[in-house]
């Protein structure tokens, strides 16, 4: 599946401008002060799985949810699958998947852990994990997860964009979110990513 972004678009991780930066609100997490405005979903990477019916591409549940009896099923499948052939890599990803759809974040970190135990350094793989983490209110991980899915590709523009989020967001740091975000408009001026971080960079001015 591809996970690639749909900027604006409600049912991701939300986010509002609020003095003059971004306060993201999901599932496990603090929720968002009130007042948020404009939503934008943290950015998963494009990775292999399939999302829930209806789903749309990017996006996360934003509370609290149990898995639909076709993702249900579709759990059971893969996990047959690793009862037959537990270093099945492709396998151990779309479980991930399937959990990170399903808004079950420690499983799908774990999950993800086990791919790469299996094929170290997939910045798709890392970026979603990243998220995962950040869904699970671990920011200090989530970053450190970006930052390597992103050491290992430099170009690896969703990583990079999603070190931004964590940096406004959650550690208040939003110096380091500009640097962030002006290297995505370096790298990929054209993309989704960077029109996404011109908006995120004309709010932190203000």
């Known amino acids: 599946m ?10 991701g991780l939300a986010a509002g ?7 993201f609100g ?49 759990i059971a499948q893969v996990q047959a699958a690793l009862l ?14 399937e959990y990170f ?4 974040a420690q499983k799908a970190v774990e999950a993800y852990d086990k791919a790469l135990a299996l094929k170290p350094g997939d910045p798709n793989v890392l970026t979603d994990q990243g998220v995962m983490y950040r869904q699970l209110g671990q920011f200090d991980k989530a970053l450190a997860t970006f930052q390597k899915a992103n050491k290992l590709q430099p170009n690896h523009v969703q990583s990079l964009f999603n070190i931004g ?6 550690l208040d740091k939003p110096a380091e979110a500009a ?28």
Request: charged share 15%.
């Open 84 to 97: 037959a052939d537990p270093k099945n890599h492709d396998a151990w990803v779309a479980l991930g998947n």
């Open 165 to 170: 989020i964590v940096y406004a967001n959650d």
């Open 26 to 74: 999901g599932g496990s997490r603090d929720a968002a002060p009130p007042a948020a405005a404009t939503a934008a979903p943290i950015m998963p990477a494009p990775s292999l799985g399939g999302a829930l019916p209806g789903a749309t591409p990017g996006s996360m549940p934003t509370g609290p949810m149990l898995p639909s009896a076709e993702a249900q099923a579709r």
């Open 179 to 206: 640097k962030a975000w002006n290297r995505v408009l370096a790298l990929a001026p054209t993309s989704d990513q960077a029109a996404q971080a011109r908006q995120m960079l004309s709010q932190l001015k203000k």
């Open 2 to 11: 591809n996970r690639n972004i749909m900027f604006a678009l409600v049912g």
């Open 101 to 104: 759809d399903s808004h079950q």
């Open 17 to 23: 401008f609020l003095a003059g930066y971004f306060v």
